[in-house]
């Protein structure tokens, strides 16, 4: 929805399946949002823009549960 509210006020636009790779089922969720993609425009590469905010996710999760860690352990 995030992707969708942006894309009606800038000039580039944003692919929401971008977003939707932002779950932290690594490496699943970059690949299926590249299928989604392949099967709408068999011109579309995203796997590895897909797997930025994958690993990005991941990364945060990480660093989310050492401050937990740090407060609570």
Known sequence: LCA?????????KVNP????????AVP????????????ENPGNFLLM???????????GSAVAAGILLSLFG
Do not use: C, D, Y
């Not at 969708?4 to 580039?12: A, I, P």
């Not at 897909?50 to 990364?59: Q, R, Y």
């Open 4 to 12: 969708k509210f942006m894309n009606r006020f800038t000039k580039e």
């Open 49 to 59: 823009h897909a797997m930025g905010p994958n690993v990005a996710g991941v990364i």
């Open 17 to 24: 399946l971008i977003g939707a790779a932002g779950v932290s």
């Open 28 to 39: 699943m969720a970059a690949r299926v949002a590249h299928k989604v993609a392949q099967e």
